[in-house]
T-cell receptor, first 114, second 115 residues
Framework: GDSVTQMEGPVTLSEEAFLTINCTYT??????LFWYVQYPGEGLQLLLK?????DKGSNKGFEATYRKETTSFHLEKGSVQVSDSAVYFC?????????????FGAGTQVVVTP | DAGITQSPRHKVTETGTPVTLRCHQT?????MYWYRQDPGHGLRLIHY???????DKGEVSDGYSVSRSKTEDFLLTLESATSSQTSVYFC??????????????FGPGTRLTVL
């Protein structure tokens, strides 16, 4: 079945550093891919998404490109801020498998220090 | 922000008592979900619904039941709460877009403590 694997955290880095969170997936069909962010005490919020191969999603300085050849959707940000400290989840939805469900990665905690 | 509310937001209850959590949406989305989130386990799907009166089990459905009598409301019931059901519960909604499900929108969560 479909699955999502993302790098384990916590990831700790200094303000203005470059952030990469790796995400790879397995899917039987042509999934849509998502990154969600969860701040402490809150629900998950959509950060960005991509619905087909080579699409790039972007929002708030974050970017991720849908790479079908490497089945990846890595999240990047060029210069993080303390306010980016949160847990980030990679997810997919795939019509061909588990119709009606999303698959989530385990989440990666990011801690940005001043 | 998507119009999703959850009630109650916090609840403390005792082992063996029934508990019902409510999710209400104003987006008219067909799909609704209940997840639980626990440290070290990420998000786990409990039940989901793909229409009024149409529901299906997720990966951790034991001990939980759901009902959806209206498009806008999705209820999660713990028939006899146990301490292992202490968790944060999230409701989510989604709709079909083209060939796949589109973005899931999440509610603010309900923190449930079973003593």
């Amino acid at each position: 079945g479909d699955s999502v694997t993302q790098m384990e955290g916590p990831v700790t880095l200094s303000e203005e550093a470059f952030l990469t969170i790796n995400c790879t997936y397995t899917a039987t069909g042509y999934p849509s891919l998502f990154w969600y962010v969860q701040y402490p005490g809150e629900g998950l919020q959509l950060l960005l998404k991509a619905t087909k191969a080579d699409d790039k999603g972007s929002n708030k300085g974050f970017e991720a490109t849908y790479r079908k050849e490497t089945t990846s959707f890595h999240l990047e940000k060029g210069s993080v801020q303390v306010s980016d400290s949160a847990v980030y989840f990679c997810a997919l939805s795939d019509r061909a498998d588990s119709w009606g469900k999303f698959q989530f990665g385990a989440g990666t905690q990011v801690v940005v220090t001043p | 922000d998507a119009g999703i509310t959850q009630s109650p937001r916090h609840k403390v209850t005792e082992t063996g008592t029934p508990v019902t959590l409510r999710c209400h949406q104003t987006e008219n989305h067909r799909y609704m979900y209940w997840y639980r989130q626990d440290p070290g386990h990420g998000l786990r799907l409990i039940h989901y619904s793909y229409g009024v009166k149409d529901t299906d089990k997720g990966e951790v459905s034991d001990g939980y039941s759901v009902s959806r009598s209206k498009t806008e409301d999705f209820l999660l019931t713990l028939e006899s709460a146990t301490s292992s059901q202490t968790s944060v519960y999230f409701c989510a909604i989604s709709e079909i877009s083209g060939r796949a499900l589109d973005t899931q929108y999440f509610g603010p969560g309900t923190r449930l403590t079973v003593l």
